[in-house]
């Protein structure tokens, strides 16, 4: 804390994942005598810069932009790029940690590293973030590369503006590489790799309920969020005949009572992926859904919770109403949605919860899948990669069964941690002191 003052949620992940590895890491001398715990949490690099662009009245703004490159131990840094207001290097150092061990869970080639901008992107026009974005890549461009650094998308940053990042970026380089992914199915981009993070998240649940005794099918589910992540775990969840009772976005939450139908996910998302409206726009057009505003949809009762929208969106308080509702299972499509405080209501209360670095690897992994096709020249089809999706899935899950099965229980957050973690201490224990 001392090194890397005022960074909160930097600080909340790194204690998360010592928490877990440490007892095992105590009883490692190898790793101890090389100091892997406190080298792991020192990024390898941060690359810090200024993005000019021009509104559409001529006016002049200036962002702040990063790339964290926290560790390729594994493979090629990758991990998103966010445009978000709230964005800082804290926030931005929590993910690219996160991701060293998400990476190394998926089984896949990929070191861990995060970026993005507090650009907001709400309110501004097209051409507006086309010239952010070309601004953007004009510096990021000599720091990232297939065999390098390889960025997706996150919060802000969907199929629009990873097209006008990966424009720029062979513009600039007069080559084409499968350097950035999410990218246009016509242009290099994987199928599935929109819904993968959300159909991911629910096949790890899935998983998580049958390891438990219990059935997906017939679950009361409670999402937030309704944008990438969120719309896709929402798709899939009715798919298995769960009934899904909300969404949310910045504004406040919708309350569906029976369960979202295929008619009204059709109409949220042509709303938020073309149009960019608010969620409250479902209930202005269907009267049996009731709109909250300002409120987090946590108390509604529900057999499962999936946070889909942004980090610590779910405290202790939360947490009570959740596991007073009899939830048996919350599993993180966002990436550290619950506080520390959350997490611990959760475990007291025997509440399955499985932490993103597990639920929501399927997004980096059928990125993963997209530079392996790039790098091929190929493209396999949605079956094939959906088919490699539930396997990555499935192996992911039962690593964190091998490593944090407890009394008849599973321990995910241990068991997530200490196999992701496992892996990247090994490989920097090979490599010696670098
Ligand atoms: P999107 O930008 O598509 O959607 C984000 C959603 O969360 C929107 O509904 C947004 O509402 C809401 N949201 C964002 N910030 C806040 C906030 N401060 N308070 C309340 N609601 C908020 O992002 P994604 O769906 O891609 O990402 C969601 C989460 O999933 C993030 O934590 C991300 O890191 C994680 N993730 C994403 C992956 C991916 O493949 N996209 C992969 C793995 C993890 P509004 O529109 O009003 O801002």
Same mark, same amino acid.
């Given at each position: ?207 998580? /309920? #049958?390891? &438990?005794?219990?059935?997906? !099918?017939?679950? *009361?589910?409670?999402?937030? @969020?309704?944008?990438? =992540? ?115 209501? /959760? #475990?007291? &209360?025997?509440?399955?919860? !499985?932490?993103? *670095?597990?639920?929501?690897? @399927?997004?980096?992994? =059928? ?68």
């Amino acid at each position: 804390k001392k090194r890397n003052p005022h960074e909160e949620e930097f600080h909340q992940a790194v204690e998360e994942v010592a928490t877990s590895v440490l007892p095992w890491y105590m009883d490692h001398e190898a790793y101890r005598k090389a100091q892997i715990l406190e080298r792991v949490t020192e990024p390898d690099r941060i690359v810090t810069f200024r993005v000019c662009w021009e509104t559409d009245e001529g006016d002049v703004r200036a962002n702040r932009a990063w790339r964290v490159q926290f560790n390729h131990s594994l493979g090629p840094y990758k991990g998103g790029l966010r445009f978000h207001p709230s964005v800082t290097q804290s926030i931005l150092k929590f993910l690219g940690f996160e991701q060293i061990f998400k990476n190394s869970l998926t089984g896949l080639p990929m070191g861990g590293a995060k970026g993005g901008s507090n650009f907001n992107p709400k309110g501004k026009s097209e051409r507006e973030v086309m010239r952010f974005c070309q601004s953007m890549m004009t510096e990021l461009h000599r720091h990232i590369g297939e065999d390098v650094d390889v960025p997706a998308g996150d919060i802000g940053v969907g199929g629009r503006e990873i097209s006008y990042l990966f424009g720029q970026y062979m513009r600039l380089e007069n080559r084409w590489s499968g350097v950035l992914t999410g990218k246009g199915l016509s242009f290099g981009g994987s199928a599935v790799r929109t819904e993968a993070t959300g159909y991911g998240c629910v096949y790890f649940c899935e998983h998580m /309920l #049958a390891q &438990h005794g219990e059935e997906i !099918a017939g679950k *009361k589910v409670v999402i937030s @969020g309704s944008g990438n =992540v969120a719309l896709y775990a929402a798709e899939k969840a009715i798919e298995k005949g769960t009934k899904v009772v909300t969404l949310s976005d910045s504004s406040g939450f919708v309350h569906v009572t029976d369960g979202l139908t295929e008619q009204q996910l059709h109409f949220v998302k042509e709303l938020k992926e073309n149009r960019r409206g608010r969620i409250s726009e479902l209930a202005d057009e269907f009267g049996s859904v009731k709109f909250y505003p300002k409120a987090r949809p946590w108390g509604v009762d529900c057999d499962v919770a999936l946070p889909c929208a942004t980090q610590n969106e779910m405290d202790a308080s939360d947490a009570i109403e959740l596991a007073r509702s009899g939830c048996l299972a919350v599993c993180e499509g966002a990436n550290m949605p619950l506080t520390a405080d959350a997490a611990k209501v /959760l #475990a007291d &209360h025997k509440v399955l919860h !499985a932490p993103g *670095k597990a639920s929501n690897a @399927g997004g980096v992994a =059928v990125s993963g899948l997209e530079q392996s096709q790039n790098a091929m020249r190929i493209s396999w089809s949605r079956e094939e990669v959906d088919e490699r999706l539930r396997s990555i899935i499935a192996n992911i899950h039962a690593r964190c069964v091998e490593y944090g099965h407890q009394q008849g229980r599973v321990n995910y957050v241990d068991g997530a941690n200490i196999a992701g973690f496992k892996k990247v201490a090994d490989a920097m224990l090979a490599y010696g002191v670098v």
